[in-house]
């Protein structure tokens, strides 16, 4: 007698983690593991009174979704302050900091972030922009990649930055002609005033973290890699809010969290890291969320000329400068700390946007296999904006993962007017080759680095395989060879994301066995026009067989 089912999903295409959707099959469910995929026409044996029927009328069924690289306590903490992450014009944030300080007149400081480098000349708003609407109180805003900081004239007086106030050596102050600062810090610079923030409670940490995971949900994520566990740039460490989470109940995802390595320090930082590890071990939740990454970011960004460069960035005029960006990790030191972590069984997680980033990165692991040998251990690079075309080929043979951020690789006002105009003409066209790291049989897994971009994975989808956001007449950012396949995204974030987080044996495909972390797409993205991808929507997230979100 055939058991009977408690989740039967049906009449509709089934993507099981690779390749082409099947096609005529349902999947059943029972005890919150997968029980079988068949064919629609013996369904009926499995349904009895008590069983859910879900059908999918023509939509997709998918692994649910897993983000391999992103920020969900602080994303989560800005939603609960002064949020800029909707607005669409430097007009639309200064409206929303004067109405947010209004309606928040006991806050000290005011806080938040998510204000778009393009909607500013130069990438860098100036203080008084802020200083029109609040000059009595001390604003600090992030910006969405948290890489650069706004603040206002009581902000910069308060933290003592003025016009003799050097550039840390990982910074850069951006300032007037007579050397005053504007009101705009990137990197290091960051530091100089985070000392003086007002700090975030464990309470809000939590908070936070549950506001994030409600909206992930909904956009059908069930997993992801935490890619900054500790402090940085004024924020705390955000691991108390997972504990908080674990010991009440709250966390429904799946996490692997990756520890930040202080940039600032050595080896040293080791044996914290390795009891890090071992505490979230002592939790007795490895199910649910361990700490067995670590975090290093190589370089900045291209936007604020930080992100890593072999050949110099351009100025105004189209002449090559000085500036290379910036290596936050010498060569050598990267190298020697790869080994140590390698080898201590450590992941690591590498932030590497420029070419010379991701070469660096490269060579670290290439050290690290040759002292230690081979591992399983899945490093991975994150960002990968500029790739040199010899670095493409080397990442299979070093067993490493590119961590791609889709929603980055098109044309947009960002790239168009802070970026490409600067860099030197042949990393203009290497501008994130998925399409070459496939070829080249690099396993990928899919991060959105949320907060800094939108979490959406269907929405990185539609600019993965169209190289551009829906209704743009420009074309295919690095032309129509670096466009993705559909499925490959999509394994990217289910069985490649799942690979990267070694959760690979319990989740991320559908398969017989597997745990029943799934979600329901209408309409199905692989049955529309590749213009219309961003037209489907998750209508439904199941998590271990239960039901945790629903548009119905």
Not at 52 to 68: R, T, Y
Not at 244 to 263: E, S
Not at 353 to 365: I, T
Request: aromatic residues 6%; proline residues 6%; contains cysteine.
């Amino acid at each position: 007698m055939t058991p009977t089912a408690d989740v039967v999903f049906h009449n509709g295409a089934v993507f099981t983690g690779s390749g082409a959707p099947l096609r005529d099959r349902a999947v059943v469910v029972t005890d919150g593991v997968i029980r079988d995929i068949i064919p629609n026409a013996r369904m009926a044996a499995y349904v009895g009174e008590s069983t859910i029927v879900v059908d999918l009328e023509g939509g997709l069924l998918s692994p649910g979704f897993q983000d391999a690289h992103i920020h969900p306590v602080q994303g989560g903490v800005e939603m609960l302050q002064c949020d800029l992450t909707d607005t669409r014009s430097a007009a639309e944030a200064i409206d929303r900091i004067a109405s947010y300080a209004d309606a928040h007149p006991d806050e000290p400081w005011i806080v938040g972030g998510g204000w778009s480098m393009g909607h500013f000349p130069g990438g860098a708003p100036s203080a008084l922009l802020i200083d029109d609407v609040i000059a009595d109180r001390p604003v600090a805003l992030n910006s969405r990649d948290h890489h650069s900081l706004w603040v206002n004239s009581a902000a910069l007086s308060l933290a003592g930055i003025g016009p003799d106030s050097p550039d840390p050596a990982d910074g850069v102050i951006e300032r007037l002609p007579n050397g005053a600062p504007t009101g705009t810090l990137h990197e290091g610079a960051l530091r100089l005033v985070e000392a003086h923030l007002p700090a975030v409670s464990a309470e809000k940490l939590t908070a936070g973290l549950l506001a994030a995971q409600t909206r992930l949900i909904a956009l059908g994520i069930t997993g992801w890699q935490d890619a900054l566990i500790g402090d940085y740039a004024g924020f705390p460490d955000t691991r108390v809010a997972y504990e908080r989470a674990i010991a009440d109940g709250t966390l429904r995802v799946r996490v692997r969290g990756a520890q930040w390595w202080q940039r600032d320090r050595g080896l040293e930082q080791l044996d914290n890291l390795i009891r890090g590890r071992a505490d979230a071990a002592a939790l007795g939740r490895a199910d649910r969320y361990s700490l067995g990454t670590v975090k290093i970011m190589v370089d900045g960004i291209a936007e604020n000329f930080t992100a890593a460069m072999r050949e110099p960035y351009r100025d105004a005029c189209g002449r090559d400068t000085h500036n290379r960006g910036k290596s936050f990790i010498s060569s050598e030191r990267l190298a020697e700390y790869a080994i140590a972590l390698d080898r201590a069984g450590f992941q690591i997680h590498f932030h590497a946007l420029g070419d010379r980033a991701v070469h660096d990165a490269l060579n670290a692991l290439a050290a690290a296999r040759t002292v230690n040998g081979p591992t399983d251990l899945r490093h991975h690079l994150a960002h990968l904006q500029v790739v040199a075309p010899g670095d493409v080929s080397r990442f299979a043979g070093l067993g490493a993962v590119a961590n791609i951020q889709a929603l980055w690789a098109c044309h947009g006002d960002q790239i168009d007017k802070l970026t490409l105009p600067y860099m030197p003409e042949s990393a203009q066209k290497r501008q994130y080759p998925f399409g070459d790291l496939v070829r080249s049989e690099t396993p990928l897994a899919a991060g959105s680095d949320w907060p800094v971009s939108s979490a959406d994975p269907i929405a990185a989808a539609h600019v993965a395989v169209n190289r551009a956001v829906p209704g743009s007449d420009r074309p295919p950012l690095g032309g129509d060879e670096q466009r993705l396949e559909l499925a490959d995204f999509f394994a990217a974030c289910t069985s490649g994301a799942a690979r990267v987080n070694h959760w690979e044996s319990r989740t991320g495909t559908i398969r017989r066995g597997y745990d029943a972390d799934l979600i329901t797409i209408s309409p199905n993205p692989f049955d529309v026009a590749e213009a219309s991808i961003d037209e489907s929507r998750v209508t439904s997230t199941w998590i271990r067989g239960e039901r945790v979100y629903s548009t119905a």
